[in-house]
Nanobody, 124 residues
Framework: QVQLVESGGGLVQAGGSLRLSCVAS????????MGWFRQAPGRERVFVAT????????TYADSVKGRFTISRDNAKNTVYLQLNSLKPEDTAVYYC?????????????????WGQGTQVTVSS
């Protein structure tokens, strides 16, 4: 069983930055693809970014490309999401997810484990 715990969310003004962290329990992190997704109020959860187990390849949603950066530290069982140039439309609950087997994917339904989410609120 894997547990994921996100942190780092908060309230920030437009143009500001935040760094989200997600720590995984267990021994499967270093061989698992990781993803970040977000859910805005009244909307469905959507893909934000994903990273391969090795950390060598990343993919981003068009809406965050050039502003957000996903990275990971396998020695710390942690995946990060750096959020820069934040906009009010980035306001959402951000979730990290782990895919135990298979490649990194933008499809949320292939991920096996999810964190509880961390709230990011961007004021204008």
């Amino acid at each position: 069983q894997v547990q994921l715990v996100e942190s780092g969310g908060g309230l920030v003004q437009a143009g500001g930055s935040l760094r989200l962290s997600c720590v995984a329990s267990g021994r499967t992190f270093s061989t698992s693809a990781m993803g970040w997704f977000r859910q805005a109020p009244g909307r469905e959860r959507v893909f934000v970014a994903t990273i391969r187990a090795s950390g060598g390849s990343t993919t981003y949603a068009d809406s965050v490309k050039g502003r957000f950066t996903i990275s990971r530290d396998n020695a710390k069982n942690t995946v990060y999401l750096q959020l820069n140039s934040l906009k009010p439309e980035d306001t959402a609950v951000y979730y990290c997810a782990l895919r135990r087997f298979g490649l990194a994917s933008t499809n949320q339904y292939v991920y096996d484990y999810w964190g509880q989410g961390t709230q990011v609120t961007v004021s204008s």
